[in-house]
């Protein structure tokens, strides 16, 4: 009788620790989501100064006035976001060429020094960011002269450490036997890599795809260092400038920035297959 009550107290045991769970994290999606919802619905309030604005959860009205403040401040409106599309874009693409160039030739190539140069990035992904600024601010500018430029912008992002190992990792996976195969059939280095590898780590490539945009979108602090010109800011620098002394114009910022987080959210669901696929392909190995 007693080994009865044990196993049916188990799945009362067991569903009270299910619903705990859900609760937290339905408690975690919901202080995760509001600060975005809080900004989608700010931007629909009216272009007022920060004393006047109501900061409700629910919205007494709907307007785009926001938007167009927005787009009528400045005549640069438009070329802030054409810059971080630029910017971004060509971030993006970069690092997934070489990126993967790289994680195929640590991956399956042997080159003497391979280990010794593969540690070395390694080493270098445990610098912290701000410790880099001073060093390449004064080599992009000083050195190179690029301030307020395109390649200002992009060069410092040109590839990513994280990228090439995660390249690396998921490329690991892939049998050594195809490409012993296609040397067979007479493929050159460049074919295996182009018309094999490529195909094979398509999941891979979306996750960095999506990762490096985001990141190169979201940069503040780079861009604000190397322009000076209100004409070569991004979307995140120009949201600053309707920051003043004595007042902020909250609505037509929120209003931006919500036009800011589209390209993101486009990305991210045009590709969220492979994303959820791959999220974890930095630990697979062998």
Same mark, same amino acid.
């Given at each position: 009788?007693?080994?009865?009550?044990?196993?049916?107290?188990?799945?009362?045991?067991?569903?009270?620790?299910?619903?705990?769970?859900?609760?937290?994290?339905?408690?975690?999606?919901?202080?995760?989501?509001? =600060?975005?919802?809080?900004? %989608?619905? &700010?931007?629909?309030?009216? =272009? %007022?100064?920060?004393?006047?604005?109501?900061?409700?959860?629910?919205?007494?009205?709907?307007?785009? *006035?926001?938007?167009?403040?927005?787009?009528?401040?400045?005549?640069?409106?438009?070329?802030?976001?054409?810059?971080?599309?630029?910017?971004?874009?060509?971030?993006?693409?970069? #690092?997934?060429?070489?990126?993967?160039?790289?994680?195929?030739?640590?991956?399956?190539? @042997?080159?003497?020094? @391979?280990? %010794?140069?593969?540690?070395?990035?390694?080493? &270098?992904?445990?610098? =912290?960011?701000?410790?880099?600024?001073?060093?390449?601010?004064?080599?992009? %500018? #000083?050195?190179?002269?690029?301030?307020?430029?395109?390649?200002?912008?992009?060069?410092?992002?040109?590839?990513?450490?994280? #990228?090439?190992?995660?390249?690396?990792?998921?490329?690991?996976? $892939?049998?050594n036997e195809i490409m012993e &195969?296609?040397?067979?059939?007479?493929?050159?280095?460049?074919? $295996?890599?182009?018309?094999?590898?490529?195909?094979? &780590?398509?999941?891979?490539?979306?996750?960095?795809? $999506?990762?490096?945009?985001?990141?190169?979108?979201?940069?503040?602090?780079?861009?604000?260092? /190397?322009?000076?010109?209100?004409?070569?800011?991004?979307?995140?620098?120009?949201?600053?400038?309707?920051?003043?002394? #004595?007042?902020?114009?909250?609505?037509p910022m929120m209003a931006g920035?919500?036009?800011? *987080?589209?390209?993101?959210?486009?990305?991210?669901?045009?590709?969220?297959?492979?994303?959820?696929?791959?999220?974890? /392909?930095?630990?697979?190995?062998?």
């Open positions: 009788m007693a080994l009865y009550s044990n196993h049916a107290g188990k799945p009362k045991v067991k569903t009270i620790r299910n619903s705990i769970i859900f609760i937290a994290l339905l408690l975690f999606a919901l202080a995760t989501i509001f =600060p975005i919802y809080f900004m %989608v619905i &700010s931007s629909f309030a009216d =272009p %007022v100064e920060a004393g006047a604005v109501s900061y409700s959860i629910l919205p007494s009205k709907f307007t785009f *006035a926001s938007f167009k403040y927005f787009f009528d401040y400045s005549e640069y409106s438009y070329r802030w976001i054409l810059n971080s599309l630029i910017v971004a874009t060509t971030v993006m693409v970069s #690092n997934v060429i070489f990126a993967s160039m790289a994680g195929y030739a640590f991956s399956k190539l @042997r080159f003497k020094g @391979r280990g %010794v140069l593969f540690a070395v990035l390694l080493v &270098s992904m445990m610098i =912290p960011y701000q410790v880099t600024q001073v060093p390449l601010y004064i080599l992009v %500018v #000083n050195v190179f002269e690029l301030q307020n430029t395109y390649s200002a912008l992009i060069m410092p992002g040109i590839v990513t450490v994280y #990228n090439i190992f995660l390249a690396k990792q998921f490329m690991s996976s $892939i049998p &195969s296609a040397k067979i059939e007479g493929c050159s280095q460049f074919t $295996i890599y182009w018309r094999i590898i490529l195909p094979l &780590s398509k999941t891979v490539l979306a996750v960095m795809a $999506i990762l490096t945009f985001m990141d190169s979108w979201n940069t503040f602090f780079w861009p604000l260092l /190397v322009t000076n010109t209100m004409d070569m800011q991004t979307i995140q620098v120009g949201l600053k400038n309707f920051r003043f002394a #004595n007042t902020t114009f909250i609505a920035a919500t036009i800011s *987080a589209l390209p993101m959210f486009i990305l991210f669901f045009s590709l969220q297959k492979y994303f959820l696929e791959g999220v974890t /392909v930095g630990a697979v190995k062998g």
